[in-house]
């Protein structure tokens, strides 16, 4: 039986929690009095600690059947996604059971509950013509996984659930566990006097983890519903993102050699002229992405950079 103090508590399932969005979302909604929190991702533990776990693959209809029915969530954020933009190129099937099916048997049980379901694309969605692109855009993708991204925008819009799609683009940020971020890797890279080779030609606003997760919480307070971009403030070049690292954290500029995508010949296409306008963002969530510097100087004192 519920007690009434869980009924009064938003009941939060937050899946692919042991991600680098995961694990922040977690972290945060960990801490909430007034929310009942559930995490659950593809491994067998929680890389968290005192989070209610369970191990859950997507791609499962009757797991994700038995989850969602046990826990009844109000809400289901899903970050969940095999997110190896070259690997899905050779891993098709793969990439699309874990990128469309499996939100897409979120959605079901989502309509069948009245739960709401907060989806994570990707800017990948497009083709990187003409970017910065708004919520209206029209996409066209270019890669395999910017495919499947788009495709489960599409089963998620059919299903008739309650829902929130959010875009989002280059993430980085203080999760601490699984592979590094992009200014983790940057920074280590340096100060072991590796020399990096950074491509000029890709633009977007890299996103702060914890602005992303400032951006879905207020979705969640404000029962937001539609598409939403969630980015960051800048737009730039991965060049000079690097750059602005590298001073940041007073590293050798000299170690950084510009490239173009091109020269760098990876089995997926990337869209270029990319990035996510969050004018709609700024309006209705009120949402105010920290500037680069700031995220920097938080990043170093999180996680000791
Ligand atoms: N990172 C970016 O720059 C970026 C940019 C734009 C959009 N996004 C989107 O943002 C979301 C979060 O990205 P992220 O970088 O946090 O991803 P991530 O670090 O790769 O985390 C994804 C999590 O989902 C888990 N997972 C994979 N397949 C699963 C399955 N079948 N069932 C349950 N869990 C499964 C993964 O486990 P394993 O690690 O064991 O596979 C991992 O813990 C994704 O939807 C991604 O497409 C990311």
Redesign the pocket.
């Known amino acids: 039986m519920i007690s009434t103090e869980k009924l009064i508590k938003k009941r939060i399932l937050v899946?692919?929690?042991?991600?680098?969005?995961?694990?922040r979302l977690s972290g945060y909604f960990l801490n909430k009095e007034k929310v009942e929190l559930l995490c659950?991702?593809?491994?067998e533990e929680s890389f968290i600690e005192s989070v209610e776990y369970r191990q859950?693959?997507?791609?499962?209809k009757k797991q994700v059947k038995k989850i969602v029915r046990e826990f009844y969530p109000d809400f289901i954020i899903?970050?969940?996604?095999?997110?190896?933009v070259d690997g899905c190129e050779s891993n098709k099937e793969l990439a699309w059971?874990?990128?469309v099916t499996?939100p897409e048997n979120l959605a079901f049980y989502a309509h069948a509950l009245d739960s709401h379901l907060i989806?994570?694309?990707?800017?990948?969605i497009f083709d990187g013509e003409n970017g910065p692109y708004t919520e209206n855009d029209v996409p066209n993708p270019i890669s395999y996984?910017g495919r499947t991204?788009l495709a489960?925008e599409n089963v998620i819009k059919g299903s008739r659930c309650k829902f929130t799609i959010i875009?989002?683009?280059?993430?980085?940020g203080p999760?601490k566990f699984?592979?590094p971020?992009?200014v983790k890797w940057v920074v280590n890279s340096l100060r072991n006097n590796e020399v990096i080779r950074i491509v000029t030609d890709q633009i977007n606003n890299p996103?702060y983890l914890d602005d992303l997760v400032f951006g879905i919480a207020k979705i969640i307070e404000l029962k937001k519903e539609g598409i939403y971009n969630l980015a960051g403030k800048e737009l730039l070049s991965r060049f000079e993102f690097t750059e602005k690292i590298a001073d940041y954290f007073n590293l050798n500029h000299n170690l950084i050699k510009p490239i173009t995508t091109r020269e760098l010949n990876q089995p997926a296409k990337r869209p270029l002229k990319s990035g996510l306008v969050i004018l709609k963002a700024q309006t209705e969530l009120n949402y105010k992405p920290h500037s680069l510097e700031e995220t920097f100087r938080l990043m170093k004192k999180e996680l000791n950079l």
């Open positions: 899946i692919g929690s042991n991600g680098m969005l995961g694990q659950a991702s593809a491994e859950l693959d997507i791609r499962d899903n970050t969940a996604a095999y997110t190896n059971v874990v990128n499996g989806h994570i694309s990707s800017d990948y996984y991204k489960s875009r989002t683009n280059v993430l980085y999760a699984g592979r971020d992009f996103t």
